[in-house]
């Protein structure tokens, strides 16, 4: 049974993991939510309901300059062999809601620009064109 807060978003995107115990790891994300993140990641044994602080990378900065990423603070809620699941400390992070935003815009632009399939009409036959 699912108790997600927010639509979980197919994403991947460079991220990295400081855990006191440790120390950083790097991962990249497999889906993302307002209440939380899948990290996709060798796993060492994090116990759950560790804290983490989870660093977003950006993949391509569009100005230069020098940026220090905010740290996100989450627990460890869940536990698979490729990775960890993740829940935010603070529901809907504003760096998280900036990169989904974002995110969907340019998966609304891609299927504008997209062409369309173009369906014939069904024909209809009328008693004039039959020449009845």
């Given at each position: ?9 197919e994403?991947?995107?460079e ?8 120390g950083?790891i790097?991962g990249r994300t497999r889906?993302?939510s307002?209440s939380?993140?899948?990290?996709a ?7 759950l309901?560790?804290?983490v602080?989870?660093y977003?990378?950006a993949?391509?900065?569009r100005r230069?300059r020098?940026h220090?990423?905010?740290?996100i603070?989450?627990?460890v809620?869940?536990?698979?062999e490729?990775?960890v ?6 529901f809907a ?10 995110n969907a815009k ?6 504008r620009?997209q062409p369309?399939?173009?369906t014939?009409a069904?024909a ?5 064109s039959?020449g009845?």
């Amino acid at each position: 049974m699912e108790h997600r807060w927010g639509q979980r978003l197919e994403l991947q995107h460079e991220v990295r993991l400081q855990v006191e115990t440790h120390g950083t790891i790097s991962g990249r994300t497999r889906n993302l939510s307002l209440s939380g993140v899948f990290i996709a990641m060798p796993i060492p044994p994090l116990p759950l309901w560790t804290r983490v602080a989870v660093y977003l990378h950006a993949e391509r900065p569009r100005r230069p300059r020098r940026h220090v990423p905010q740290p996100i603070f989450a627990y460890v809620v869940r536990r698979t062999e490729d990775g960890v699941g993740l829940e935010w400390c603070q529901f809907a992070p504003r760096s998280v809601r900036k990169l989904l935003n974002s995110n969907a815009k340019s998966h609304n632009e891609s299927r504008r620009a997209q062409p369309r399939a173009v369906t014939a009409a069904p024909a209809v036959t009328t008693p004039a064109s039959t020449g009845q």
